[in-house]
């Protein structure tokens, strides 16, 4: 499942090694990074189909990181997954862009079906 | 220092109390006002603490959902009032009311040892294998996982393999990395109303646990554990993690999906599987599903089950008895392919069974989440007759095992084995069989045309709302108040909504999805399985919802909306609630009623109440005697003049009389004074003569010499001689006058001063000769009308204090006058209350008269 890669962009480095690593014992082929600025070096560089975005980063703000990976590589789903739920942030992200807003934590079957759907509905 | 000259004077005038004391005016008046200052500052812890209290009736009454900060808050906020009242009444008396201290500490130590109540104690073992659990272990491994056992150890029905990290377990966790404080510290302050707010500081605490190191030898137990899950052959282990709350599943609380289930987990991921599921706990949902239901935060503990997965060929949902209805003759069963999961979380189409209670456990009827199946081509079809004549018997033994109807969770695996993964009470519905019929009476013929129809009726009831279609968490986060939530899937994370929905309508799912149960749990109606309800319902157009019919209407359908049963009490029975009943036992009843008996000492206090009582009748008798030993009746209070000498006194606390009175005189005119408020309200009781008493029924006449021979308190005579006479004190700024007309008690005070941060009317009103209906009724007449004219009223039984504080003083004059008016004329009219006509006909009166002379506010400056 090389073809389709996902992203994890989380300041919280607990979460995004486990995130990875499950993501890794179903199939799908992961990384993580746990700033904006790395992120999208990554994208830049590489072949990510899906982002999980978290919107709270060290270096840049997660929407700004949402808008500069849409014009790198537009055609990445982008799943914004927060922890502080926002109605205002979440519609901004949708209206730039994103698949999806889910907010932490969830259950990783929901996850994963979400990845699927992202899959699914992949251009 | 003052107190100690206070003292001083106190000596001085007790030792020339035989022959009064023969004070200078100026001397008397600074003695009197530091009196009087105790007196107030009294009379405000008073109303502070009946308010507090009658608060909290109406909390056990309303059926709103408090938790135990409200309970402690206001216990502690009366406590400190009842001190204080306390603290004054002991100031005003030199001190003589010291022995009040011991009935007041022991009150309050018994209520704080209600409130303080025990969490249950964790200890033991850190985990449990299944085969060692049955239902004895609930407060070491949870309702679910001690129920899962009992069907295992007891009832000897498979169930999967696996292991309880127990509540030992969960504290062992928590108090390693020191969580609690901080936990509490977020939880703090949470406004529930606040969806985001709720939503991040949930996921915060959340991440909080989960990102927690588990403690080392906890870490090894459980893999060791774990490892003996593993069979030779085992390619790779899979297990669920399955939470199990202590207190959760008890009487009719359900928890349905409030906590977190893990499927698939590999052995790598347990431990951190577990801190999730741990963390659950504190969910957005589950949160509000606590202070919802009364559950304190403290007393649920999670323990966590970690079983073998079933590789399940169907699964689904077994009920020992119809959800809606606990006498049905058949069991249901809702069946899908694969696991129990899909089914419970709403997302799988399911098959439903109704299967005889009865050996040979005939199939009744079968339907697909489509409709009827008809045995066509195509159509699911689950279970075998076999299968489900298996599962039927497995209901009713379960059943008959724990004496109570089952709402069951199941799989068969591929090899065609049954296992149960979960057996609880099925939780009723919230409405009563008997006043909730299943059909409605109203003919189709009064109703317009439904918008939509179809689908199950997953909790009955009826509701009205804007419809608002949820798709994502974003749109959760804008979920509106008293919405009809419209969604595609009965997903169980919807469940926080629940508590601001008025209703709920589903494309699909079934009645055996978490949120139906909870639905049903709340009173909440909802349709699941409504075909096209997306489509079809715009959003944030008004419709009405009959679940119980499953069909929508446009608008407000008023004749079914009035057939919907009153939401249920969800507080009632539970724990937060059995401790608020409990703390009133220490607080409400009022044993001191008479202040004329033997018994009204402070030695017969036992609760708050009595206290508060006690201190404030204390209080009066101390402030007339007060001038009774100084000699104010003779000397500082002068009756009232108009036409003749009324019964009337006012006492100049200050600047209340004209500088040219004299003080000799015993009497005052109207002439004489000029304080503001005071003149207010005399004008308020003069503008109209008083028609005398009302004509009164035979029958209400009866209720009163029913009245009085049963309550001595009404008797003016029996009561403390110095409230016969109505005194008003005054100063050129400041009045109160403290009124017993008859049977009632009226108080009104009011500060009209330079600013107008101090400005205020208070009115307090209470009592009356007739019977409790007629005194009610009074009072709401009364309040009624002050509420028309902008007065904050509260009512508690027949006690009624209304106030409006920060107005200018042009305002509050006004406001004075009507009061002035109501004190003469609402006289004993509650004696011919009993008659609704006579209520109108009154109101019209009084209506008139208080727009007559509120429209010529002149007179006032005139008479001065």
């Not at chain 2, 020339?16 to 812890?45: D, G, I, M, N, V």
């Not at chain 2, 009133?584 to 206090?605: G, Q, V």
């Amino acid at each position: 499942m090389a073809d389709f890669s996902v992203l994890v962009i989380d300041d919280e480095q607990e979460f995004v090694s486990t995130l990875v690593r499950r993501l890794r014992k179903r199939g799908w082929e992961s990384e993580g990074v746990l700033t904006g600025g790395e992120a999208i070096l990554k994208i830049a560089a590489g072949d990510f189909a899906v982002a999980l975005l978290d919107m709270r980063l060290p270096d840049m703000d997660g929407s700004q990181v949402l808008r500069e990976i849409m014009k790198i590589n537009p055609q990445t789903r982008i799943i914004i997954l927060t922890g502080h739920a926002s109605a205002s942030e979440g519609e901004e992200g949708i209206r730039n862009g994103a698949f999806d807003y889910l907010i932490k934590p969830v259950e990783f079957e929901t996850l994963l079906e979400k990845l699927q759907a992202a899959r699914e509905r992949s251009p | 220092m003052q107190d100690h000259s206070m003292t001083s004077l106190f000596d001085r005038l007790t030792s020339l109390f035989r022959s009064k004391p023969r004070l200078k005016p100026a001397e008397l008046q600074a003695a009197f006002r530091s009196h009087y200052k105790e007196f107030r500052s009294l009379l405000t812890a008073n109303n502070n603490a009946l308010e507090l209290m009658a608060e909290m009736e109406q909390v056990l009454s309303a059926g709103h959902s408090f938790g135990m900060a409200f309970i402690r808050g206001n216990c502690t906020a009366l406590t400190v009032n009842i001190y204080k009242m306390i603290q004054h009444l002991n100031r005003l008396a030199d001190g003589r009311y010291a022995e009040l201290d011991q009935p007041f500490r022991d009150v309050t130590r018994r209520l704080e040892q209600v409130i303080a109540s025990r969490p249950v104690i964790t200890e033991g073992v850190m985990i449990l294998s299944m085969a060692e659990v049955d239902s004895s272990m609930v407060d070491q491994v949870g309702e679910k996982m001690a129920n899962l056992g009992e069907v295992r150890n007891r009832v000897g029905l498979r169930t999967p393999d696996g292991f309880v990290m127990t509540a030992a377990a969960g504290r062992h966790f928590t108090q390693a990395n020191d969580l609690q404080v901080e936990i509490n510290r977020r939880l703090k302050g949470l406004d529930l109303d606040n969806l985001e707010e709720l939503y991040t500081v949930s996921a915060g605490i959340q991440s909080l646990i989960a990102n927690a190191p588990l403690p080392k030898e906890l870490e090894q137990e459980i893999l060791a554990h774990h490892q003996q899950l593993v069979i030779d052959k085992d390619p790779e282990l899979l297990v669920a993690l399955r939470s199990s709350a202590i207190g959760e599943d008890r009487s009719n609380v359900s928890f349905a999906g409030q906590y977190r289930t893990q499927l698939n987990v590999s052995s790598e991921f347990v431990g951190q599987a577990y801190k999730e599921i741990v963390a659950g706990k504190y969910k957005s949902q589950a949160i509000v599903y606590r202070q919802q239901r009364g559950f304190r935060h403290q007393d649920v503990h999670m323990c966590v089950g970690c079983l073998r997965m079933v590789d399940a060929a169907i699964s689904g949902v077994l009920y020992s008895r119809a959800p809606d209805d606990p006498r049905s003759r058949f069991v249901m069963i809702q069946a899908a392919p694969g696991l129990a999961g899909n089914v419970v979380d709403g997302s799988a189409a399911t098959e439903q069974f109704r299967v005889s209670r009865t050996a040979p456990y005939d199939i009744l009827g079968r339907q697909s989440g489509a409709g009827q199946v008809g045995g066509g081509v195509g159509s699911l079809l689950t279970l075998t007759a076999v299968q489900a004549a298996e599962l039927a018997e497995v209901g009713v033994r379960l059943e008959e095992h724990f004496g109570t109807p089952q709402d069951i969770e199941w799989s068969i695996d591929q090899a065609g084995l049954l296992y149960i993964l979960q057996s609880r009470p099925l939780g009723r519905p919230a409405a009563e069989e008997s006043s909730w019929p299943r059909q409605h009476d109203s003919k189709e013929d009064d109703l317009p045309p439904p918008l939509l129809a179809g689908g199950v009726c997953a909790s009955r009831g009826v509701g009205c709302g804007p419809v608002f279609t949820v798709r994502s968490s974003l749109d959760l986060l804008r979920f509106p108040k008293g919405a009809v939530l419209v969604v595609e899937t009965p997903y169980p994370d919807w469940a926080s909504l629940l508590d601001r929905a008025s209703a709920v309508i589903s494309e699909t799912g079934q009645m055996a999805a978490h949120l139906a149960t909870v639905a049903r749990e709340f009173g909440i109606p909802a349709i699941f399985g409504m075909k096209q309800a997306l489509a079809a319902l715009d959003n944030h157009s008004l419709i009405t919802v009959d679940a119980t019919a499953a069909k929508v209407y446009e608008g407000r359908v008023e004749p079914l909306l009035a057939l919907a049963p009153p939401r249920p009490n969800l507080m009632v029975g539970s724990p937060v609630y059995k401790i608020l009943v409990a703390a009133m036992e220490y607080i409400t009843p009022l044993n001191l009623t008479d202040p004329a008996s033997p018994f009204f000492r402070p030695e017969s206090c036992l609760t708050l109440h009595d206290l508060t009582r006690y201190c404030h009748e204390k209080a009066v008798v101390e402030m007339f005697k007060f001038g009774e030993r100084y000699g104010f009746n003779d000397k500082a209070a002068k009756q009232l003049v108009v036409d003749a000498p009324s019964q009337w006194w006012v006492i100049d606390l200050d600047d209340g009389f004209s500088p040219d009175f004299d003080p000799a005189s015993r009497y005052v005119d109207l002439g004489h004074i000029v304080s503001v408020p005071m003149l207010a309200i005399w004008q308020g009781m003069t503008a109209f003569p008083w028609a005398g008493p009302p004509p009164v029924s035979l029958r209400g006449f009866g209720s009163i010499i029913f009245q009085s021979t049963r309550n001595p308190g009404l008797d003016p005579g029996v009561r403390s001689a110095m409230a016969a006479k109505n005194y008003f004190l005054i100063s050129r700024n400041f009045c109160n006058l403290s009124v017993r007309l008859g049977y009632h008690f009226a108080l009104v005070e009011a500060n009209l001063g330079e600013f107008l941060t101090e400005n205020y009317v208070n009115f307090q009103f209470k009592g009356g000769a007739a019977d409790e209906n007629r005194r009610l009724l009074r009072i709401g007449l009364i309040a009624d009308i002050l509420n028309e004219f902008g007065f904050r009223v509260e009512q508690k039984a027949d006690a009624m204090t209304a106030r409006i504080e920060k107005k200018p003083g042009s305002f509050l004059l006004e406001r004075l006058k009507i009061l002035g008016y109501l004190i003469i004329h609402t006289r004993q009219i509650d004696m011919v209350m009993g008659d609704e006509g006579m209520v109108a006909q009154y109101r019209q009166k009084i209506m008139t008269d208080l727009q007559t002379f509120l429209e010529k506010p002149e007179t006032a400056e005139m008479e001065e």
